[in-house]
């Protein structure tokens, strides 16, 4: 006898959504839910229901009013790309859910040089809009990730470039509320030419209500776009992971006192190798950027060059105008491009990293998960943390990769990736997450995102911050239209 189905009007509901917005646009085999799909993180495929894929807002608006009329239909999930691979790509953190897939929104709607900013939707990639800006005095603020990644996506979910954390680029959002209604919150460029950016308003700033939130559907969003420098000058220093404290005490005093621009990066041996990097004496590479006008990069330049040779800390010290990195230095290529703004070589890193290309990542990729804590920027910390890397690995066999990510002068992003071999590593480097998770907490050390596996993770649902959470979700959407997602 057949399995009585869980959602016996959602078969209905989809079908009216073909008539509205076409039936190309809405997958399903309701009542039933889809075959899984494959993800490079080998997460479990959560049930999901119907895949929809629309094509304007009015697509989205359909979609979120046809759920809102409804009862006890699963929860609609959106994503962007798609590609937020490590941390679960398109799964949920948990079903049933139906999910909505937006990269059909591709359309850059604005673009004000001029003035400094972008509108961009969920599928413009950082690749179509850091590429619109070549030749102009304006940049994005790109990540060394692949280049068909979401601008969207990942300033949404609180990601970090190279210049600073995207969330510091995002001036105002665009958003499908679950009732159906359209709302802009932060600044819009709609209050004419010459208008400075306000993004928090007047009152209540409600923008960073719908970063990390499920509480409606982003359609597009205002990032900010920064002025090109006159000169830049890139610097790849090697050292020893026996100097590393005395290494990150270095760098922070020079990022403190202006030295250095943008966000310092800094691989570990294992990162190097899974990235692509090349053969730096040390093994430990650190990337710093010196940036203004001719004069004060001349200036700028010889201070830091004296100050690396006199802390007698570094193996081997490269500037890139006169020492471009070698052909073999994948990682030395995407970063001295993405401090000016190009993802001209990120794809040779994701192929490095992955074995695939963006678009078969999660169908062909070796497996790959990511653990992204912040610690406070100084040589303790680092290797407080790193000590935890080691005892994973001893624990679990996986060796986990460890690229530090200085955001300023005190705070570090530490992206800690897990490679493994998908047919035979998993359950060792799954297990090697949860470690990260319990013994970096130990430590202090907590994450600014989180993946698929661990939603909610270090959340107190007594807490007065967690109940307020939860009245805001219940007076935005009393009907559960959207989905619980990771920081629920």
Same mark, same amino acid.
């Given at each position: ?5 869980? %959602? ?41 229901? *119907? ?5 304007? !807002?009015? $697509? ?11 009862? $006890? ?21 948990? /079903? ?5 897939? #937006? =990269? /059909? ?6 673009? =004000? ?14 690749? &179509?809009?850091?590429?619109?800006l070549l030749g102009t005095d304006r940049m994005l603020n790109v990540t060394a990730s692949s280049g068909h990644t979401s601008v969207l996506g990942n300033t949404v979910d609180r990601g970090v470039g190279l210049r600073r954390q995207r969330t510091e680029d995002l001036l105002g959002l665009e958003v499908v509320l679950p009732d159906g209604a359209v709302v802009h919150v932060g600044w819009w460029p709609d209050s004419g030419k010459g208008a400075a950016f ?22 597009? *969003? ?10 830049? @000058?890139?610097?790849?220093? /090697? ?28 691989? $570990? ?11 730096? +004496? ?14 004060? !990069? ?5 201070? #830091? ?8 800390? %570094?193996?081997? @010290?490269? %500037? ?5 990195? *070698? ?7 995407? @970063? ?13 890193? #994701? ?9 078969? !990542? ?7 998960? %990511? ?7 100084? /040589?303790?910390? @680092?290797?407080? &943390?790193?000590?935890?890397? +080691? ?16 955001? +300023? &002068?005190?705070?570090? =992003? #530490? !992206? ?6 998908? +047919? ?17 907490g130990e430590a202090g050390f907590h994450p600014y995102r989180l993946d698929a596996d661990h939603a909610g993770w270090g959340l107190d649902p007594a807490s007065p911050e967690v109940r307020l959470r939860n009245r805001l979700r219940e007076a935005i959407d009393p009907h559960r239209v959207l989905a619980p997602?990771?920081? *629920?």
């Amino acid at each position: 006898m057949p399995e009585t189905p869980r %959602f016996p009007s959602l078969k209905a509901v989809l079908e009216g959504l073909e008539q509205a917005i076409g039936p190309e646009a809405v997958v399903h085999s309701a009542p039933y839910p889809l075959i899984g799909q494959a993800n490079v993180s080998e997460f479990a495929p959560r049930d999901t229901y *119907a895949v929809v894929r629309p094509r304007s !807002v009015g $697509d989205v608006r359909s979609l979120t009013t046809a759920f809102h009329a409804e009862a $006890d239909l699963p929860g609609l999930h959106p994503v962007s790309t798609g590609r937020n691979w490590g941390l679960g790509s398109k799964e949920p953190a948990s /079903g049933p859910v139906v999910r909505v897939e #937006l =990269d /059909g929104l591709s359309s850059i709607r604005r673009l =004000d040089v001029e003035a400094g900013f972008a509108v961009v939707e969920p599928g413009v990639t950082q690749k &179509a809009l850091s590429e619109r800006l070549l030749g102009t005095d304006r940049m994005l603020n790109v990540t060394a990730s692949s280049g068909h990644t979401s601008v969207l996506g990942n300033t949404v979910d609180r990601g970090v470039g190279l210049r600073r954390q995207r969330t510091e680029d995002l001036l105002g959002l665009e958003v499908v509320l679950p009732d159906g209604a359209v709302v802009h919150v932060g600044w819009w460029p709609d209050s004419g030419k010459g208008a400075a950016f306000n993004r928090y308003g007047l009152g209540p700033s409600l923008l960073h209500l719908f970063t990390q939130s499920g509480y409606g559907i982003v359609t597009a *969003a205002v990032v900010r776009l920064l002025p090109r420098p006159e000169q830049q @000058v890139t610097v790849r220093a /090697g050292f020893r992971r026996a100097v590393l404290p005395r290494v990150v005490d270095a760098l922070r005093r020079w990022k403190a006192n202006g030295l250095i621009a943008g966000v310092i990066k800094v691989y $570990d041996t294992a990162s190097t190798a899974t990235y692509g990097g090349g053969d730096i +004496d040390g093994g430990y590479v650190a990337h710093l950027c010196v940036e203004g006008t001719r004069r004060s !990069v001349a200036a700028l330049r010889a201070v #830091l060059e004296g100050e690396l040779a006199d802390s007698g800390l %570094f193996t081997a @010290v490269a %500037f890139g105008d006169e020492e471009p990195p *070698a052909a073999e230095d994948v990682v030395g290529a995407v @970063v001295q491009a993405a401090y000016h703004g190009s993802v001209a070589h990120n794809e040779q890193m #994701l192929a490095s990293a992955t074995g695939a290309q963006a678009p078969r !990542v999660d169908t062909e990729g070796e497996g790959w998960l %990511f653990f992204l804590p912040l610690l406070p920027f100084d /040589g303790a910390s @680092v290797t407080r &943390a790193l000590a935890v890397l +080691d005892r994973i690995h001893e624990a679990t066999g996986i060796r986990p990769g460890s690229t530090v990510n200085a955001l +300023d &002068a005190d705070v570090i =992003d #530490l !992206v800690v990736s897990f490679p493994f071999v998908r +047919d035979r590593e998993a359950t060792a480097a799954h297990r090697a997450l949860d470690l990260a998770h319990a013994w970096f907490g130990e430590a202090g050390f907590h994450p600014y995102r989180l993946d698929a596996d661990h939603a909610g993770w270090g959340l107190d649902p007594a807490s007065p911050e967690v109940r307020l959470r939860n009245r805001l979700r219940e007076a935005i959407d009393p009907h559960r239209v959207l989905a619980p997602g990771r920081y *629920a």
